[in-house]
């Protein structure tokens, strides 16, 4: 399952002929299914894999969000979820109060977030239900190949886990 599914992975993995790949999102004309994330209108245990990249900073509830996205998983199986990370912030930043597009770029980073999260993030996705790897992939890569993807300095991989 492939939440709100980025172009630049879409075509890659449409074309894999070794898996079973379904898009999700709430309006995106590249989705299969379209839903609300806090609400999934699916079974329970059905994917091995989960990608959701850049999506919780949007959703109003994150944790249900990510709740739900632990119960559609099958046991054992394994995630992404990428957020936007302010290493200078211990804590998730949130205000409910701040509406005004203009407001929350400047609180958020971008017009359409609503919140931003600390380094506290890998404990909001424990606090779901997930396992949480983290994963730094600058000891893994050389220099040359950490330039050549445009990595943001000091990004983490987070890969979730069901038991």
């Not at 990510?66 to 804590?91: A, Y």
């Not at 949480?132 to 445009?150: A, I």
Request: hydrophobic share 30%.
């Amino acid at each position: 399952m492939h939440i709100a599914p980025e172009q630049s992975f879409y075509k890659l993995f449409r074309n894999q002929k070794n898996l079973d790949y379904t898009t999700g999102d709430i309006e995106s004309p590249l989705a299969d299914l379209h839903f609300d994330l806090h609400k999934i209108p699916l079974e329970d245990n059905q994917y091995d894999v989960i990608f959701c990249n850049h999506v919780m900073e949007h959703v109003e509830n994150d944790v249900k969000c990510m709740q739900e996205l632990l119960r559609i998983m099958k046991p054992g199986g394994w995630g992404i979820f990428q957020v936007p990370i302010d290493r200078t912030r211990n804590s998730t930043y949130e205000d409910k109060t701040i509406t005004d597009p203009k407001e929350r770029e400047k609180h958020f980073w971008q017009y359409d977030h609503v919140r931003l999260y600390g380094t506290n993030y890998p404990d909001v996705l424990r606090s779901a239900g997930f396992e949480v790897e983290e994963y730094d992939y600058r000891k893994e890569l050389d220099v040359e190949t950490y330039s050549k993807y445009c990595f943001d300095d000091g990004e983490m991989l987070y890969i979730v886990r069901k038991n």
